[in-house]
């Protein structure tokens, strides 16, 4: 490798340690959200918190598992690349896919 390549390569890794970091502190702050709208809601309608966060995820299973065919529609091999359901452990795909 020359110089310029290694340069760029120890840049190239800087800024995706950056990038993890972000993505798990959007992650952080998406689960601190999610508990915190289920607490409220389970406050003011009187229902338990767990089946208020098990009906959120269940929206967000579908908004995800729509915008996946809609993208597959326009661009399949890209869709196939961004789609973490297959990565999904057995269980996971399980829950995933119940109605």
Not at 52 to 73: A, H, M
Not at 84 to 96: A, V
């Amino acid at each position: 490798m020359t110089p310029e390549e290694v340069k760029l390569l120890d840049r190239f890794v800087n800024e995706f340690a950056i990038v993890r970091k972000m993505v798990f502190h959007q992650r952080a702050q998406i689960d601190a959200l999610g508990a915190f709208v289920c607490a409220e809601l389970a406050n003011a309608t009187g229902v338990e918190a767990k089946v208020l966060c098990d009906r959120l995820e269940d929206g967000i299973r579908k908004v995800y598992d729509g915008q996946i065919v809609e993208i597959e529609k326009k661009d399949p091999a890209y869709a196939a690349r961004i789609d973490m359901r297959p990565d999904f452990s057995e269980s996971d795909q399980s829950e995933w896919y119940l109605p």
